[in-house]
């Protein structure tokens, strides 16, 4: 199942101890909410899915069979909440369709966070990647998950995952590459007219 901490904190779960449930979110709570933060890019939404994941989990913790770790299973269980929170998000906007756009555009609280230009641009390429790969390339590198895991969350095949991910990686690639060449080549409008 994994580390031998999960296993005793598993027993103490099961058993209904409430400490278990404290010492299950000190473990775990930053690793899922800096996963939702990067999938929502809105902190107070990272904040209540987070919240919501734990919840279930609580909940739902006999459903816990042991193939995965438990970080591992909270991870699946907060990208099923982001996902079912983005489905009611397009429900909600479909209902007010035509009156104009409901849902504000989320300031990206990583961007004004970070003072460092390097890691504002990795960040903004991030976010300029479509929802699925985000998610491989946070889930791997910045959550530090292996194929297995993400294939486990995701409920995807190793391999496809595998591949999907290295996809995403040359997708950001050619983001940050194009960003680059943008700031490093002037405008022709600039320059003015040619003589």
Request: proline share 3%; glycine share 6%.
């Amino acid at each position: 199942m994994g580390k031998p901490d999960d296993r005793h904190l598993l027993k103490s779960l099961l058993a209904g101890r409430s400490q278990a449930s404290v010492e299950l979110i000190r473990a775990h709570y930053q690793a899922v909410y800096r996963f939702l933060l990067h999938l929502t890019r809105d902190i107070t939404r990272a904040e209540d899915l987070t919240q919501e994941t734990f919840v279930a989990a609580w909940e739902g913790i006999a459903s816990f069979q042991g193939r995965s770790t438990l970080a591992t299973w909270l991870h699946r269980i907060a990208y099923s909440k982001f996902i079912d929170s983005q489905r009611l998000e397009r429900r909600v906007a479909t209902l007010y369709e035509g009156g104009g756009n409901t849902a504000s555009s989320p300031v990206d609280p990583l961007e004004t966070a970070m003072a460092v230009d390097e890691a504002g641009r990795l960040y903004g390429a991030l976010a300029e990647l479509d929802a699925a790969d985000r998610t491989l390339l946070v889930l791997h590198y910045l959550q530090g998950l292996s194929y297995r895991e993400i294939a486990l969350v995701l409920k995807e095949p190793s391999g496809t995952v595998k591949w999907r991910t290295r996809e995403a990686l040359k997708s950001l690639r050619l983001l940050l590459a194009d960003e680059v060449s943008d700031h490093a080549t002037p405008k022709t409008a600039e320059l003015g007219p040619i003589a």
